[in-house]
């Protein structure tokens, strides 16, 4: 069996399924011989057991270049074997494996009824054992499920340590598709990888065979590889080819670039054809100017140069105070090595930048990264966070205590959440606030964070975090062998605020850590705050073990806003849109019930647009007559026109429905005769 030099741990996506086998394996390839020997994986096809075996002995090898490796499928070993009793040379087999360092034995289940094959092995493996050799095997079924062995080997089999592979959960079926996508150079659209990882699969051979059905079916029709890509390596385009030329070239720092409107440099006069000489005076003016550009340009050269630096860099978001200052000194300075260090600064910004926000997202577009000054802060706060010294991002400042308006409908909520604030950790922990989308409930929680970290004086560490964000850092976490880091990160929390819970279902891995962390941060008298647009009990594939931690503290519903509130909140909207909230016109708007605030903030602002549109002030005829109260409504239609505009068709046979009697005792007496 071949060492393929692709199969190694830098690409193995540990996940749940198959943490303690890496683990095991990496022991054992660090010391030989010394633990878990032999050392047994079984698993089912295509779950990775040779990628594992062979990513022991990669390991190995980098360690002790020296050491032999005898890498052999059952089969090749029966092969050998045999080959060197039929040239009567079964003593040069044996040395061979005597002199292996690490022995990888595949496919181990093929022992079945082979009884002079299980005798060798026995054999082999009992001296190995004896010199300290490593012995690895791999196998489909346990060692006990083998059928056909000798006992004897199958107790020296499972003497060692038996570890399973099952298959990956989802994160880790994620985090294989990223990492098989970033091998192969495939961008694939978000969300794709995400909906194949769904797909319930068996094996880690099935979950690239899915991918590569995906990619397949995208090329078709088009020949278009996943990338957009022609096989010639050009973009393919419909209809006339247009050269999109760049909407800003990036100047070459420290060579003067500006160019006038016309395509002149400032000195540059442009002789205007046709014009009379110009009077003494003016001739003499147009002299001094001239003069003076000439001058300008040969003495202020640095200066403009400088200018435009500072111009583009500002355009791109970064200070340049360092630069504005050097205009101001009295000598010329080094321009060309001032503007190379601020550039070469500004790039070790970008990519401290990048390593922060594969920790973090919300480190992304940080005003320290801006900033070439703060280079050594910038530096210090990279490296807290990728030693998992940085709690996650805080709540979302926008989102106050005193902009959530308290109704009925919301005021259990409201009430935990303050009881919170006064003493985060010791009541309603943890707290889950539930209801249906668009009713507050993200504003209520990132509120609640941002009450204690502002009660605290700062001190409180408040990790804020939608739920798919925690699923999507752990894929990531497990994609780059950091997870002890993600973990250390959460730990680090005062108060973990995690919305959208829902988002957990069905994700095996995030529940097990998520777990973890949950009692490990409650153990610690730290405050968990949680919203689902669902009750626990309603969240589908969610552990028992997780939901009954989620329901031992405290469930607020939230419900559709009520009428009151209702009228707080148009007040509040119409407020912020400058229009007067006066009562007719909260009647009207209020009078009718909506299952969310954000359906309550789009019927204010369509009628705010309607308002602008008929050019009219915003009040309670436009708004009857734009939500259909008025005349023209359904209400007051005919019984006829009103079934049609409500679409109802059924009793409009005029041969058998009479709309209008003119005198129903007319009627009675027909019935009568």
């Not at 003593?91 to 034995?105: D, E, K, V, Y």
């Not at 056909?148 to 079926?173: F, H, K, N, T």
């Not at 002149?264 to 205007?272: F, N």
């Not at 009103?642 to 041969?655: I, K, N, P, Q, W």
Request: with cysteine; hydrophobic share 45%; net charge negative.
């Amino acid at each position: 069996m071949r060492l393929d030099p692709r199969l190694t741990f830098d690409r193995l996506v540990v996940g749940a399924g198959n943490r303690l086998a890496s683990a095991a394996a990496r022991a054992v390839a660090e010391s030989p011989g010394t633990v878990y020997n032999p050392l047994f994986v079984y698993g089912g096809s295509g779950l990775g057991k040779t990628h594992l075996l062979t990513a022991a002995a990669h390991l190995l090898l980098e360690m002790q270049p020296d050491a032999e490796i005898l890498a052999l499928t059952l089969d090749e070993f029966s092969e050998q074997f045999h080959a060197a009793v039929s040239a009567g040379e079964p003593q040069t087999f044996s040395g061979r494996l005597g002199h292996a360092h690490l022995l990888l034995l595949d496919d181990v289940q093929f022992l079945t009824g082979r009884r002079e094959m299980q005798a060798e092995l026995l054999k082999q493996l009992t001296r190995l054992q004896s010199q300290g050799r490593q012995v690895i095997c791999a196998c489909d079924r346990l060692p006990a499920e083998i059928g056909d062995v000798d006992e004897r080997l199958i107790e020296r089999l499972a003497g060692g340590l038996v570890v399973d592979i099952s298959p990956p959960e989802y994160e880790a079926r994620v985090a294989i598709l990223r990492a098989a996508c970033k091998e192969r150079g495939v961008v694939v659209p978000a969300g794709a990888l995400e909906s194949i990882a769904r797909k319930s699969v068996l094996s880690v051979r099935e979950l690239l065979g899915a991918l590569n059905d995906w990619i397949a079916r995208q090329t078709l029709g088009g020949e278009r590889t996943p990338t957009g890509r022609t096989p010639t390596g050009r973009t393919p385009m419909r209809g006339t080819a247009i050269n999109l030329a760049p909407l800003r070239a990036t100047p070459a720092l420290g060579t003067a670039t500006t160019v006038a409107a016309e395509g002149r440099t400032p000195a540059a006069r442009t002789p205007v054809p046709g014009r009379a000489p110009a009077a003494r005076s003016g001739e003499f003016l147009s002299f001094l100017s001239d003069v003076a550009s000439a001058v300008q340009s040969h003495v202020e050269s640095w200066q403009v140069k400088l200018r435009e630096t500072i111009a583009y860099w500002s355009g791109e978001g970064y200070r340049t105070g360092v630069l504005e200052r050097a205009l101001t000194l009295p000598n010329d300075p080094d321009v060309p090595a001032l503007v190379a260090m601020y550039v070469q600064a500004v790039e070790h910004l970008r990519k401290l930048e990048a390593a922060a926000v594969s920790v973090d997202r919300s480190l992304a577009g940080q005003s320290i990264f801006r900033d070439p000054e703060r280079l050594e802060e910038a530096e210090d706060l990279v490296e807290r966070a990728l030693a998992g010294e940085m709690p996650p991002g805080g709540a979302i400042p926008a989102f106050t205590r005193e902009g959530f308006d308290e109704g009925a409908s919301n005021q259990l909520a409201l009430y935990a959440g303050d009881a919170v604030i006064a003493a985060p950790g010791t009541r309603y922990n943890p707290l889950f606030i539930t209801g249906g989308s668009g009713l507050g409930k993200t504003h209520l929680v990132h509120a609640i964070g941002n009450a204690i970290a502002e009660s605290t004086g700062g001190r409180s560490h408040v990790a804020c975090v939608h739920a798919q964000v925690l699923v999507d850092e752990l894929i990531a976490a497990i994609q780059q062998g950091t997870v002890e880091r993600w973990r250390n990160r959460y730990r680090l929390a005062d108060v973990l605020i995690v919305d959208d819970v829902q988002f957990l279902s069905g994700k095996e891995r995030t529940q097990d850590e998520f777990f973890f962390l949950f009692n490990t941060l409650i153990e610690a008298g730290k405050q968990i705050i949680l919203s689902s647009d669902r009750p626990a009990s309603e969240i589908p594939e969610l552990a028992a073990r997780l939901r009954s931690r989620f329901e031992g503290g405290l469930t607020a519903v939230i419900q559709p806003p009520d009428r009151p509130l209702r009228e707080k909140l148009v007040a509040r909207f119409l407020a912020a849109l400058g229009r007067p909230a006066t009562p007719a016109l909260l009647d009207v708007v209020c009078d009718t019930a909506v299952p969310s605030v954000r359906e309550l903030i789009g019927l204010v602002n369509r009628l705010a647009a309607a308002a602008d549109a008929r050019g009219v002030p915003l009040d309670a005829a436009l708004a009857r007559t734009e939500l259909g109260f008025g005349a023209s409504s359904s209400a007051t239609m005919a019984p006829a026109a009103a079934a049609e505009a409500a679409g109802d068709r059924t009793f409009l046979d005029r041969e058998r429905v009479i709309w209008e009697w003119p005198d129903i005792g007319a009627r009675l007496i027909e019935e009568m005769r």
